[in-house]
């Protein structure tokens, strides 16, 4: 395999279940470069688990075709699981094994590489693994699951809704997992339908709707297209009549007439040259709201 070629390839994927009407994949196309974070988003029922399924040949797909560092999932599926990590949605795991004897279960299967670093893991997740696992909570059952997808150091992690269950100080760790994986040249496909926590780890971002694929951009494309919004306190009566003849640009007079709220969305360019002809006391720029960009970018792809 050539150095430069995907990670993970997946070319006109469809699935169509005996029964149903309307597929659940529809020529869905994408890839992801070696040592790329993607994090493929939707919403529940969008199709994500779907193809995570059909790309480890856990469900056969209906057409197209899947390929992990450059081998078929469906022709090669033994040979691809050997450099996968695999995180399910929902983590099923032996009730009755704890969680050490899990672990071992699983380096039987896929061999550690370093017994150390799975040692640091255990130890980094503060996992319980002496009680057998179907006492646990489900946030230590998540760990257990995250455990055992990253111990053995794989070359591609294919992981859905990771942080299920997760305490926020175990988030943070994950968080940390995911670039430490990065730096050591690892892909990983990330599902999620939480785009906040898809922009502390991912690259790009691809959005699932109905079984398709409607748009990729990595997270600076995201914001650059996001509206952005600003509170200023002018020194005089805020510039309102100027700032409305704007393009794409929404304009909220404040509690004063030197306070405005202005909701930007595009080019700043124009924006800041009004400003640049007032005398402004305080600026303030408030967070991208990625989210709501990202609620308008399903509704404008609605069919």
Do not use: W
Request: a positive charge; proline letters at 5%.
């Amino acid at each position: 395999m050539k150095p430069t070629s995907p990670a993970i390839e997946i070319t006109k994927l469809t699935k169509q279940y005996r029964g149903e009407k309307t597929p659940a994949l529809r020529a869905v196309s994408l890839a992801v470069q070696p040592g790329e974070v993607y994090g493929f988003l939707g919403p529940n029922g969008a199709g994500k688990s779907t193809t995570i399924r059909c790309l480890l040949n856990f469900l056969q797909p209906t057409g197209g075709s899947a390929r992990i560092l450059g081998q078929d999932s469906v022709r090669e599926s033994v040979a691809v699981k050997r450099s996968v990590g695999y995180l399910a949605g929902d983590v099923a795991l032996y009730p009755r094994m704890t969680g050490q004897q899990f672990l071992d279960y699983m380096a039987a299967l896929q061999p550690i590489k370093r017994p150390g670093y799975a040692r640091a893991l255990i130890r980094a997740f503060k996992a319980e693994l002496s009680r057998p696992i179907g006492e646990l909570s489900k946030g230590n059952r998540q760990k257990i699951g995250i455990l055992q997808a990253f111990m053995h150091e794989p070359a591609v992690l294919i992981l859905d809704e990771p942080t299920s269950g997760l305490d926020p100080l175990m988030q943070e760790v994950f968080f940390g997992l995911v670039r430490d994986s990065q730096a050591r040249g690892a892909s990983l496909f990330i599902s999620s339908h939480n785009l906040s926590e898809v922009r502390r780890m991912c690259d790009r971002i691809g959005f699932i709707r109905d079984g398709r694929l409607v748009t990729e951009m990595t997270l600076a494309d995201l914001t650059r297209s996001a509206a952005h919004t600003f509170d200023i306190l002018f020194a005089e009566s805020a510039p309102l009549d100027a700032l409305r003849r704007l393009k794409n640009v929404t304009v909220t007079a404040g509690a004063t007439p030197q306070q405005a709220t202005i909701r930007v969305k595009g080019e700043l360019a124009p924006f800041f040259g009004v400003l640049a002809r007032a005398t402004i006391i305080q600026f303030e720029q408030r967070e991208v709201d990625l989210e709501e960009e990202f609620l308008r970018l399903y509704g404008k792809e609605k069919q």
